[in-house]
DNA sequence: TTGTAAGCGTTATCAC
DNA sequence: GTGATAACGCTTACAA
């Protein structure tokens, strides 16, 4: 037997009760509510008086159990804080809700661990999509995805070999450029600033893009010169003093985080180191505040809402069967010099 | 008749695999799963075993609808891109996460109308809970609530009037704050910068709360003075000059955004307006980056994780059966005074 | 163009 | 402690 016994009364309104108020079948509600072409314009307008009528709201739930078809994307990032995802998940939210779609996220905290359980409930969810900022995963992650059939996009690095779908730019060729960048400049003794290391791809590729600009210029790294710092302008201050410290011939800087280098720049001012003759500062990720500082700071470029809009339109792509093959789409970066270096 | 015809296979595995594979019925697997002391544990071992070996992952789809009970909450924020809410989310997002629930995102563009669309999309997708940032709604929006039977929480502003519940801070009465700490500080002519008053309650609260402290001091407020500006380091900087031009006694300005009140800053140091001593500036959102400005800038601290975090606990506690009357929380601020005032 | 019947994968209820 | 059965509210497939 069911339930529906002592009146315990579910509030919502079911098609059925529409279809009682328009005296038609619950399937000419559905149509007239998915396909009003399909419908005469009279049922059509019925069923529309009556839904208003008695504030009928399409149990969605429903609809994806009986059609086997979500309208949900899921997207994970290591950390919601980080302002810089913000206009990715702008970009992805832009597109998914004028395709009538809808994002639920998680955040792993930077860790492989919780990125897998993230992608298990979201799979138990039955999100259409998944959204991956990370390209390092663990191997029952790899399984889950493979078992899945869901379109994945990885956005946080453009990987070599993706699980399915990605989306990004390359942090190894970004880091290098600006390595390169420096150079040019004039610059010989460049010390590097990283966010940790560790399960985070995308520092990775930066710092091997740092190293791989130095040997392409003959130039030896110097372990005294690349630091790993956490997050933080404090940190960025500190990082800065740190390397003023152990090389008196440092003539560069590159921060691989736009908050390292906006405390870099501050503690320059405090220090009077001049910026760029003392010492040259860039930046990655290009935010607004670095264009205003004093001087304004280099720095690469990510078209981080472009990122989140075409992961987004790669779903869907897929989803409605346009574009079936994995895409692997580079959306480069720009070194945007200013007068830092 | 149904489907499942010619072999168009649904991909996932089901509960009635796991019951095949580990000779029990179906209930026992749901059971097992759920409630794993309600089993003898030779079944739950056996059960366990089989949903390793075929991979099963529940339908939560199914369950929800079956159950009437869903995990997912609902949020809604004016815009995804501002780096404020962010540490909202991730307060939202942890407890959430913590107790097994979910979390889908909208964005509503700063437009009455789109909540009022998100609102409802998230009805039909059955969440078990709304957190609003929005004090402000459309008469339909509170007709919708009203029939939704679903815990609301609205956290931009501690309105006297919630829809349902309310966790927030002041608004008004941390303009309010600021202001009189102006005055308290000897200043007299205070400038007030606004970011864009249309449909934003924030906003709105935070001059009424600066009209406020004026009329306590008896100083009558002077519309030249008072500028609504969009959002941006540029419009703090042009706010900043168009002020000194409009009162040549200007000494102090409080801006109600904090990307404002940097890009003033940068500008008194570009044109050479000594802070505190030709003007004070006062910030409203304590972001890391003030207290590296140079002077640090003094701001009204909100704690937007907390608030985060405690609107979460609401939604849950309403849907445990905890504290079931509405709550109206305030998690109040801190004016942090620096040497820009 | 409209309606009927079956079934989506789970859980609530009751019987054993 | 375990299982059979009937829903949950919708859509697919097919018949009229």
Redesign the interface.
Known sequence: MGRRKYGDG???VRIQDVAHHAGVSPMTVSRALRNPEKVSEGLRRRVTEAVDRI?Y??????A??SS?R?T?VGLILP?????LF??T??GI?DVL?TAGH??????SGYALAEEEAAI??F????VCGLLLHNTKHTDRTR??IA???VPVVEIGDLTQHPLDMAVSYSNHQAAKAMTLHLAGRGRRRIGFVTLPLEDNDRSLERRRGYLAALAELGIEADPRIMLEMPG???AG?QAMRRLMQAEARLDAVFFAGD?LA??AM?EC??QGWTVPGRVAIASFDDV??LQ???PAVTSVRIPRYDIGRCCAEAVLDRLHGRACEPIRLDLKFEIIQRNST
Request: aromatic share 2%; proline share 2%; glycine share 6%.
């Open positions: 579910r509030a919502s504030g709201l399409p149990n969605r739930i429903a994806s159990l086997d979500s949900v950390s919601l804080r980080n302002s913000a206009n998940v702008q939210s809700h809808h994002l639920m996220i998680a955040d298990q409930a799979l138990q969810q039955r399984r889950l078992q899945a059939m933080g302008t404090g201050a908050v906006i405390g501050l001012q405090r607004d505040m205003f500082m004093n």
